[in-house]
């Protein structure tokens, strides 16, 4: 898979970011440059003036990027197809600082699809981190309500940021353990 790792870009327009790993959002604006360090998931983190900051694939354009399409269901589909597609999506989540998803670093406790009368569906995520003192605790939030938020017939989510019980590398799977030398 090609990350895009130490790509040389240019802003070509201003654009929302957020600062890694503060979480705080600002605007970049138009002909600064960088590198991108990663490209995973429909985001980019990028790098400029000393700083990373990510931008989400929404804004892929604002660096010369493809702009990430939203998922599609298929006609009737139940909760279940809604709950499979929810994983997928949260398998786009990435740290920034990270090059694995947050489904296989383990840090999903828990993904539950509601219907609705009117037929659209609620979600219902809990989450952690790898360790309680990470400032992307609310980037990877907000990121996770994004990608579930595109999810035809999907109104409404609510995503929780949990510590219990606390993350350990067991919970990783096993190719992600592989990945970072943890096995």
């Not at 989450?127 to 409404?156: H, R, Y």
Request: net charge negative; proline share 7%.
């Amino acid at each position: 898979m090609r990350t895009h790792e130490n790509e040389p870009v240019v802003v070509n327009r201003d654009v929302k970011a957020v600062i890694v790993p503060a979480g705080v959002e600002v605007n970049l604006k138009a002909g600064q440059a960088g590198f991108i360090t990663q490209a995973l998931g429909g985001s980019f983190t990028i790098y400029i003036e000393g700083n990373l900051f990510r931008i989400a694939g929404e804004d892929g354009d604002a660096i010369g990027k493809e702009v990430v399409a939203a998922p599609e269901l298929p006609p009737n589909a139940t909760e279940e197809d809604v709950r499979q597609l929810a994983w997928d999506q949260l398998r786009r989540c990435y740290d920034p600082e990270i090059p694995i998803n947050i489904v296989e670093l383990g840090l999903i406790y828990e993904c539950a699809v509601r219907g609705n009368p009117d037929g659209t569906r609620h979600i219902e995520v809990r989450l952690t981190l790898t360790a309680p003192g990470c400032g992307m605790g609310d980037v990877l939030v907000e990121d996770a309500k994004q990608k579930l938020e595109v999810i035809p017939t999907v109104t409404s989510t609510n995503v929780e940021l949990t510590f219990d019980p606390p993350w350990n590398q067991t919970m990783m799977s096993e190719a992600a353990r592989l990945q970072t030398g943890m096995f």
